[in-house]
């Protein structure tokens, strides 16, 4: 069971990215679905979660209103849509399955290799 990110790159301050996250050996609408990034010099940190049971979606303040998580059980795949980047953006984005939603603590699993987002003004 994996999941693999995708979808980062370089970006200029104000632009638009969309993350990929597909999972293999699983299904993802079993799960509470979380996007975790870690920027350069920080801790590792929750950013968004979607709940399997009804949907309902968390998200830190510093992305509301710009960040939107969702998901597509027929391409067992998760997305994160992001706009109007900033440079405070820039990290090293993850996905992840998680017991509750939110909860940044805790996965099931491991984390996999993630994908970078540079945000450049």
């Known amino acids: 069971a994996q999941l693999v990110e995708s979808g980062g790159g370089l970006v200029q301050a104000g632009g638009s990215l969309r993350l990929s996250c597909a999972a293999s050996g699983f299904t993802l609408d079993y799960y509470h679905i979380a996007w975790f990034r870690q920027a350069p010099g920080k801790e590792r940190e929750g950013v968004a979660c979607?709940?399997?049971?009804?949907?309902?979606?968390t998200y830190v303040d510093a992305v509301k209103g710009r960040f939107t998580i969702s998901r597509d059980n027929a391409k067992n795949t998760m997305y994160l849509e992001m706009n109007s980047l900033k440079l405070e953006d820039t990290g090293v984005y993850y996905c992840?399955?998680?017991?509750?939603?939110?909860?940044?603590?805790?996965?099931?699993?491991?984390w996999g290799q993630g994908t970078q987002v540079t945000v450049s003004s």
């Open positions: 979607l709940s399997k049971s009804d949907g309902s979606v």
């Open positions: 992840a399955r998680v017991p509750n939603c939110p909860s940044w603590r805790f996965i099931f699993g491991s």
